[in-house]
């Protein structure tokens, strides 16, 4: 079943604004990282955080991480229109070999 | 990309036919895992392998068996292709020193049609 659910679904804002979604999961984790998806491509890594971090920052990229609400967010500022792109967060369980996906987050940032 | 290839890019066939698709990387690396994607499901794992010979069920792994000969190549069949098999599929291989900090690096799909 799925782990990390993305919140919101779709999200649409206009060039030079910042775009926050979020990631909520079920279980204890090791770390949690999150994926970007331009149109019929393949994933592509951002960021991962560790389960003992809170926040992560990768040039325009910041992550926070928080294990009490099981929840995580990307935050991606000053957006551009080359961010178009469905933004994916996954979840290493805790003693797993596997990654855990979520359904993504399909971002528009509008010249 | 990590030299990561999948063959074919595309393919279209028929239900009840067998279909073998091809994961192939250049960098040796122990873990490989095949995902299949589909609107409103994101992405499912359907099998993966943690080295050769040795394989490992998914979320979604029913109509479908893997094998790894070679180190370098991860194979998906479906035995008798259904059209709810009907999916982009993606190979993936995991990259890192630990589990705890690996990532995994996705070669470029292969949209299958199952008529």
């Known amino acids: 079943s799925q782990q990390g659910e993305e919140d919101p679904q779709a999200l649409s804002i206009q060039e030079g604004e910042n775009a926050t979604m979020n990631c909520s999961y079920k279980?204890?984790?090791?770390?949690l990282q999150w994926y970007r998806q331009n149109s019929g491509r393949g994933l592509v890594h951002l960021i991962l955080?560790?389960?003992?971090?809170r926040e992560k920052h990768s040039g325009r990229l910041r992550v926070t991480l928080d294990t009490s609400k099981k929840s995580s967010s990307l935050l991606i500022t000053a957006s551009r229109a080359a961010d178009t792109a469905s933004y994916f967060c996954?979840?290493?369980?805790?003693?797993?070999?596997?990654?855990?996906f979520g359904k993504g987050t399909k971002l528009t940032v509008n010249p | 990309d990590a030299g990561i290839t999948q063959s074919p890019r595309h393919k279209v066939t028929e239900t009840g036919t067998p279909v073998t698709l091809r994961c192939h990387q250049t960098?040796?690396?122990?873990?490989m895992y095949w995902y299949r994607q589909d609107p409103g499901h994101g992405l499912r794992l359907i099998h993966y392998?943690?080295?050769?010979?040795?394989?490992d069920k998914g979320e979604v792994s029913d109509g479908y068996s893997v094998s790894r000969s070679k180190t370098e190549d991860f194979l998906l069949t479906l035995e008798s292709a259904t059209s709810s098999q009907t999916s982009v599929y993606f190979c993936?291989?995991?990259?890192?020193?630990?589990?705890?900090?690996?990532?995994?690096?996705f070669g470029p799909g292969t949209r299958l049609t199952v008529l």
């Open positions: 996954a979840t290493r369980e805790s003693g797993s070999e596997k990654l855990v």
């Open positions: 993936a291989i995991s990259v890192g020193l630990a589990v705890l900090t690996d990532t995994q690096y």
């Open positions: 392998s943690y080295g050769v010979k040795d394989t």
């Open positions: 279980t204890s984790i090791n770390n």
């Open positions: 955080i560790r389960s003992n971090e």
């Open positions: 960098e040796n690396h122990r873990y």
